[in-house]
């Protein structure tokens, strides 16, 4: 069975930092893209970051410079560093992990992260 489970997010004010982690647990389960999505009340859920296996990262154009993807393979943990928070960042965040769990691809989803920016 495979479990993600995120931790961090809460309350800052704007400017200010913090960070989300998201760990996979799973026998068999070769984990390939994670991701971080968020959604803000009565809008879509939109994408966030993407980091792939080897590191390389893909954000999205209005975070780009004040967030960071990262991941740490040997603990199976991929962060999401945020800096610089605005209003607007406020969102339910969460994060997925792609891969192959004997041998059918798979996508497996946090239980979600509340990010409060404000005043």
């Known amino acids: 069975q495979v479990q993600v489970v995120q931790s961090g997010g809460g309350l800052v004010q704007p400017g200010g930092s913090l960070r989300l982690s998201c760990a996979v647990s799973?026998?068999?389960?070769?984990?390939?893209?994670m991701g971080w999505y968020r959604q803000a009340p009565g809008r879509q859920r939109e994408f966030v970051a993407s980091i792939a296996s080897d590191g390389s990262p893909i954000y999205r154009d209005s975070i780009e410079g004040r967030f960071t993807i990262s991941r740490d393979n040997a603990k199976n943990t991929m962060y999401l560093q945020m800096t610089t928070l605005r209003p607007e960042d406020t969102a339910v965040y969460s994060c997925?992990?792609?891969?192959?769990?004997?041998?059918?691809?798979?996508?497996?989803w946090g239980q979600g992260t509340q990010v409060t920016v404000s005043s």
């Open positions: 799973g026998i068999n389960f070769r984990i390939g893209t």
């Open positions: 997925n992990a792609d891969g192959y769990l004997d041998g059918l691809f798979r996508t497996y």
